[in-house]
């Protein structure tokens, strides 16, 4: 595995992003993959997904959002507590679920206890849960409010043509994301996914130009590899929001499986699709980020899902789907059981794990499930 994308992946504070900081470059983070990175980098900002990695207990997020919610946003909470995210000049939230939507004001309250946790820049970053006329609408308004609100923050100004640029680069950073996931595909697969998960996560802490580069560079590498799937059971990954890649590993562990695919919010989900790069930017944008949106927090699209999972499952030659949701999450734990039983009328195996968010994973259950589940798929 590349040692860059690995750090990038491990880590809540890279040398990529030591090194903007020290440069006097602006970081803001950014909870979930709704908000355009396209309007940060064009005004000159580094835009760094917020992550729960590196947590070691969770006292402080117990304390303000309660014991019955999701773990990610509690794991948030707590490095935001202990000084981990003070690299941050701005963060930007968005409700992706309610969990994550009270982020926004648990942080906010925290900081009242926690002196100097809440960045100068704090903003909510409202989205629908439909992508009818209004819903686009309102999301483009949403956009346009961002842009000026940045602009009066930072003291810049954030360019149709500059936007548009950046369009372009995180263009070329989808696809070869693209690339990458066709490689994954063949049969003679020559990357884990393990590594292929890191690299879409490093994708979200980066500044793209060196994603982008870097990116360019490792598809070359494995293309010229022995292949590393021969005989495994080929495993779909997809469901609540992980940025561990700590999980894909621990299927990987087993000898004969390797993850070919996944559906999260962290993986290629979101870099799937191409923006637009004619017409104006904020509707382009808004097409990209809404218009696309597959994610279970949109109303009415579960058919689109489960179509868009099955045409993943047969393009990867996909043995078997491990769903995993955090506890407590609705979205996720709600839909998987419709997933189940419409993929296993398929015939397509499926294992459901509910587990505490990233670090907080119990391994030795887990392992023990996903074992036998591939023991499962052999028998088929």
Known sequence: MSNFFYEAATKILN?????????????????????????????GILPVRIRGIETTGTDIGDAYFGPFICSFPKCVLQLVGKGKYGFLDGTIITPGCDSMRRLDECWRKAGEDYEGIVPPYFYYFDVPHKTLPHGMKWFKEEIVRLVNSLEKHFGVKIEDDAVKDSIALYNKGRHLLKELEELRKDQDVRVTGTEAFAVTIAGTVLPREVFTTRLEQFIGEIKNREPVGRGKKRIMLIGSISDDIGLVELIEKNRDAIVVAENL??????????????????????????????????????????????????????????????RF??????????FERDLEKAGIPCLKLEREYGPLTETGRIQMRIQAFLERISSK
């Open 15 to 43: 040398s990529s992003i030591t090194e903007w900081k020290e440069n006097g470059g602006k970081i803001v983070g950014c909870t979930c993959s709704y908000v355009p990175g396209e309007l940060l980098h064009a005004a």
């Open 265 to 326: 919010c962290f993986g290629v989900r979101y870099e799937g699709h191409m923006i637009s790069e004619s017409g104006e930017p904020v509707d382009a944008l808004a097409e990209g980020y809404l218009g696309g949106s597959i994610c279970p927090r949109m109303f009415g699209k579960y058919k689109e899902r489960l179509a868009l999972l099955k045409q993943k499952i047969d393009e990867a030659a996909v043995d078997g789907v491990i769903m995993q949701n955090i």
């Open 329 to 338: 999450c609705d979205l996720h734990g709600s839909e998987h059981g419709l």
